[in-house]
């Protein structure tokens, strides 16, 4: 049997909710934000319902819409006691994959221009993604969500998501503001200065942050170390 991810116990959930086919699985992640924080190919998530039905956590039934047939995937007592143990598990870290960030790191290997681009189109690429999830978001805020009994997890949840654009395009419309300034990508004395000051805030944003880690951690003892 494959061994069950994390993309596994996210489609478990979804059958938490209610049952579904495996095309009504990958159509609703397709319209709802999850897919913004467990991006996965509609392929991988069309082989999850199987899985789970071989690890006993759901099972695999038929059912008709008219002369259509169709495999319905249902959660089972011990589906509900896994994916319970499974949310008492810690979760990975925030884990970024960003390449037009990467871009930017290394902006010095090419022109001004281009590095506005790449500043640009970070700044694009949110917009777009909030106006690709704005008639979900409006239904939400409207109609409300399919299932009201989840409202509460799904406001907090989406809060995050709504937090990560603003803060993308925050940081774009800056970073846009201040490399329109350099006269080139090769530091000047100028840019070296204005490169110690942000350094320094940032490292005094870190700290904070750090600050808050459960006392004991390792982070924390390396806080206090900075400090």
Do not use: C
């Amino acid at each position: 049997m494959r061994p069950l991810t994390a993309t596994s116990y996210a489609v478990l959930g979804l059958l938490a909710v209610r049952a579904r086919s495996a095309y009504e699985l990958v159509g609703h992640i397709k319209r709802s934000n999850i897919r913004l924080i467990w991006p996965r190919a509609a392929s991988k998530l069309y082989e999850e319902p199987k899985t789970l039905v071989a690890h006993g956590l759901a099972t695999a039934g038929v059912a008709r819409t008219g002369a259509r047939r169709r495999t319905v995937y249902r959660i089972t007592p011990r589906g509900r006691h896994a994916l319970r143990r499974w949310l008492d598990e810690p979760g990975a870290a925030l884990l970024l994959e960003f390449e037009s960030m990467v871009k930017v790191v290394y902006g010095d290997f090419g022109t001004k221009e281009q590095l506005l681009t790449n500043i640009r189109r970070i700044r694009d690429g949110a917009a777009e993604r909030a106006g690709a999830s704005l008639p979900l978001v409006q239904e939400l805020a409207g109609v409300g969500p399919r299932f009201p009994e989840r409202a509460h997890v799904i406001a907090v949840a989406d809060r995050f998501l709504v937090d990560v654009l603003q803060t993308t395009l925050r940081w774009s419309e800056w970073a846009e503001g201040v490399v329109e300034q350099w006269s080139g990508t090769k530091q000047d004395r100028a840019m070296a200065a204005q490169a110690r000051k942000v350094l320094a805030e940032n490292a005094t944003a870190v700290e904070a942050i750090a600050a808050q880690a459960p006392r004991g951690s390792k982070d924390a003892s390396h806080a206090r170390r900075a400090r």
